[in-house]
């Protein structure tokens, strides 16, 4: 959802993007075509992208779960890593966002291993629990609504497998977790559920300053 880490200046930015990320054409013409939309902010950054890919092939994933779509930028980055009968599961709600993001699947040549569910994540994950999926994803990615991260975070852990990786996104929150107590429902919820992680047995955890802040949860 951020360009960069809150704490990099421009240049230093640009120089850790200059001798690091690899990003192909296809992505870079899906991020400049984001750019233009209203909420174009939701776009992850390139650098968390291929941080993303790294991740769901260190943990070996053959199946995913992202809730929260937008243009599909997350969703190509971690497909690509799945082997040819890998399965990602994508949470969302607008029809309008992800019919881009179909396009860019397709065009990737990742559409086969994904599934789209255009309905309340919670209500997607709570199927999947009840239709005996506990257990069954290596990983997931969170970056949707902030108030239900939470709820999110509790369907996710128990469709993972014992040592499945969940990355939530934008714990940070541009730094309005330190002062939650002000802000608004959603910097409370997520800095109510950033404790709750850093208390959780269930999980091993690392808080990551890329972007907006990434909390990786991995599950004992």
């Not at 992202?66 to 969302?92: K, M, N, Q």
């Not at 881009?100 to 599934?115: H, L, N, P, S």
């Amino acid at each position: 959802m951020s360009r960069k880490a809150n704490f990099l200046d421009e240049p230093l930015y640009d120089y850790l993007v200059s001798v690091s990320v690899r990003e192909d054409e296809l992505l870079a013409r899906l991020r400049a075509e984001t750019a233009p939309m209203q909420m174009a902010t939701m776009q992850i950054a390139p650098d968390q992208g291929q941080l993303m890919a790294l991740l769901a092939s260190l943990t070996g994933a053959r199946r995913a779960i992202e809730v929260g779509v937008f243009t599909g930028y997350s969703s190509i980055c971690v497909a690509r890593t799945l082997p040819s009968d890998g399965h990602l599961l994508c949470c969302d709600v607008s029809k309008e966002w992800t019919s881009i993001a179909q396009r860019y699947w397709k065009e990737a040549g990742v559409a086969d291993r994904i599934e789209l569910v255009l309905a309340p994540a919670s209500e997607t994950l709570q199927r999947r629990l009840d239709a005996g999926a506990a257990g069954s994803y290596d990983f997931a990615f969170i970056d949707a609504d902030k108030e239900n991260y939470d709820n999110y975070y509790e369907l996710c852990l128990q469709l993972l497998r014992r040592g499945g990786l969940l990355v939530l996104d934008n714990v940070l929150w541009s730094g309005r977790v330190m002062n939650a107590d002000k802000e608004d429902a959603e910097t409370q919820a997520l800095h109510a559920l950033n404790q709750k992680l850093h208390a959780d047995e269930r999980v091993d955890v690392s808080l990551l300053p890329v972007a907006d802040g990434l909390y990786l949860a991995r599950k004992r």
